[in-house]
């Protein structure tokens, strides 16, 4: 399982996909082979690696990774971290009625991308939502990118304000953003959705209201009328498997990461 917040991201996440030829009648399973780069090692030595013994994965760098919280720990970093957010927002707007929603965890992740295993887990932590927005979002995304800046985060990456991808134009991510969020100018968006990040870690914040500036579509699924919320969410490695994953990526340092083989 992986969970990629868009870096706007960085962060894009990555297609589920499979290169799969039936099996039923003998056909050998056909795949991409894995990308191989040589290198020249400290005695002038050629040196072919394959990617395919990567320990990480294209999208996170290692060094952002070992500074994360191990696996054992992720989560309880997750909850402090969503418990001095909401103690800002409550100072801010007092009387919100939170809950929780969305079983949190971390999940292994099926390869590295180029055919490989992966020592990366997935952290996605219990979202803490609640069913009503302050008015003023602008302020109320001052309180929270405030907060987010004492835990270490980078302040909120929106989607509505992304660049266009390589398959767009210009035209073409305008309308992807009025159909996704209402309008072009955010003040008459009906909902905003953005990810700060800290190295692998990152936090995803969603505000919601139907009735908030062009209003939601008719075919809009929103969960309910007003939403806020807050997910923490990271990539992150098993203190049993951090040596061998120092060991693993150290012979790939510096080299450009090739376009992954397999999703």
Same mark, same amino acid.
């Given at each position: 399982?992986?969970?990629?917040?868009? /870096?706007?991201?960085?962060?894009?996440?990555?297609?589920?996909?499979?290169?799969?030829?039936?099996?039923?009648?003998?056909?050998?399973?056909?795949?991409?082979?894995?990308?191989?780069?040589?290198?020249?090692?400290?005695?002038?030595?050629?040196?072919?690696?394959?990617?395919?013994?990567?320990?990480? #994965?294209?999208?996170?760098?290692?060094?952002?990774?070992?500074?994360?919280? /191990?696996?054992?720990?992720?989560?309880?970093?997750?909850?402090?971290?969503?418990?001095?957010?909401?103690?800002?927002?409550?100072?801010?707007?007092?009387?919100?009625?939170?809950?929780?929603?969305?079983?949190?965890?971390?999940?292994?992740?099926?390869?590295?991308?180029?055919?490989?295993?992966?020592?990366?887990?997935?952290?996605?932590?219990?979202?803490?939502?609640?069913?009503?927005?302050?008015?003023?979002?602008?302020?109320?995304?001052?309180?929270?990118?405030?907060?987010?800046?004492?835990?270490?985060? &980078?302040?909120?990456?929106?989607?509505?304000?992304?660049?266009?991808?390589?398959?767009?134009?210009?035209?073409?991510?305008?309308?992807?953003?009025?159909? &996704?969020?209402?309008?072009?100018?955010?003040?008459?968006?009906?909902?905003?959705?953005?990810?700060?990040?800290?190295?692998?870690?990152?936090?995803?914040?969603?505000?919601?209201?139907? #009735?908030?500036?062009?209003?939601?579509?008719?075919?809009?699924?929103?969960?309910?009328?007003?939403?806020?919320?807050?997910?923490?969410?990271?990539?992150?490695?098993?203190?049993?498997?951090?040596?061998?994953?120092?060991?693993?990526?150290?012979?790939?340092?510096?080299?450009?990461?090739?376009?992954?083989?397999?999703?």
């Amino acid at each position: 399982m992986r969970t990629i917040p868009a /870096r706007l991201p960085r962060r894009s996440s990555a297609a589920l996909a499979a290169l799969l030829v039936a099996a039923t009648t003998g056909c050998a399973l056909l795949s991409t082979p894995s990308p191989t780069t040589t290198v020249t090692d400290a005695s002038g030595r050629e040196v072919t690696l394959s990617w395919a013994d990567y320990p990480g #994965d294209p999208y996170v760098e290692p060094a952002e990774v070992l500074a994360a919280p /191990r696996a054992e720990h992720a989560e309880a970093v997750a909850e402090a971290q969503l418990t001095e957010l909401r103690a800002a927002i409550d100072a801010h707007a007092p009387g919100l009625a939170w809950e929780r929603a969305l079983e949190g965890g971390v999940y292994p992740h099926d390869g590295n991308g180029y055919g490989g295993p992966t020592a990366h887990r997935t952290l996605n932590a219990t979202e803490l939502h609640a069913a009503d927005v302050p008015e003023d979002w602008p302020a109320l995304v001052t309180v929270i990118e405030a907060e987010l800046a004492e835990l270490g985060y &980078g302040p909120i990456e929106w989607e509505f304000e992304r660049e266009p991808f390589e398959h767009e134009t210009p035209a073409e991510r305008d309308a992807a953003v009025v159909e &996704g969020f209402g309008a072009l100018e955010p003040e008459r968006m009906w909902q905003w959705l953005g990810t700060a990040h800290d190295g692998a870690m990152w936090v995803t914040v969603m505000l919601v209201d139907v #009735d908030r500036g062009v209003g939601a579509p008719p075919d809009a699924e929103p969960g309910s009328p007003e939403r806020l919320g807050l997910m923490v969410g990271g990539t992150v490695i098993a203190a049993a498997d951090e040596q061998a994953y120092r060991d693993g990526v150290a012979p790939f340092e510096g080299l450009e990461h090739p376009e992954p083989t397999e999703s």
